[in-house]
């Protein structure tokens, strides 16, 4: 895909399995043929700050489609909701307030053994999904327009 730009926002926290999020978003992409200077990494410390992060991507309207990579694990507090809600309901925000894909790669699971499932394993990738449906999308609102 030539010319079509993608931001990849990744939080650092659970760093060990956001990584591999970003790696198999970041291969996906280039499988697809999108050129690697087509394709800008942001790093943001917890998945809380990813929706403004997400903003500040979109403002740039440099890019036809946002990524957003993070890992919420449940601990022993209440937090774990917290930040999932919040992340979900900023991602959707950013995606209709700036009319741009933003898609919500964001592994929320009650352990790390549910997260590497998702990561290449019994579930899928879920770094390479949230790519896909970013390419998805691009192609959609082509069709559209
Ligand atoms: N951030 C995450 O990305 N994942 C988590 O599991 C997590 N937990 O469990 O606390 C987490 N917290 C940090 C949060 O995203 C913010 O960075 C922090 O609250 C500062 O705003």
């Not at 030539?2 to 060990?16: G, L, P």
């Not at 774990?80 to 919040?86: E, K, N």
């Not at 992340?87 to 549910?114: H, I, K, W, Y």
């Not at 990738?125 to 390419?135: I, N, P």
Request: with cysteine; charged share 15%; glycine share 8%.
């Amino acid at each position: 895909m030539k010319n079509v730009k993608f931001a990849i926002v990744v939080s650092d926290f659970n760093c060990e399995i956001t990584e591999r999020l970003l790696q198999g978003a970041q291969s996906h992409l280039l499988m697809a043929g999108v050129a690697m200077e087509d394709i800008y990494v942001a790093h943001v410390p917890g998945a809380i700050e990813l929706p403004l992060a997400a903003q500040w991507l979109a403002q740039t309207k440099k890019y036809h489609a946002i990524i957003m990579l993070g890992a919420v694990v449940r601990g022993e507090t209440s937090h774990y909701d917290y930040v999932c809600q919040q992340v979900s309901a900023g991602c959707m925000r950013v995606m209709l307030t700036f009319n741009l894909p933003v898609t919500f790669g964001v592994l929320t699971t009650e352990n790390e053994d549910q997260a590497y499932d998702r990561l290449g394993g019994a579930h899928g990738h879920k770094g390479e999904e949230a790519a896909a449906t970013a390419l998805a999308m691009v192609k959609a609102r082509a069709m559209i327009f």
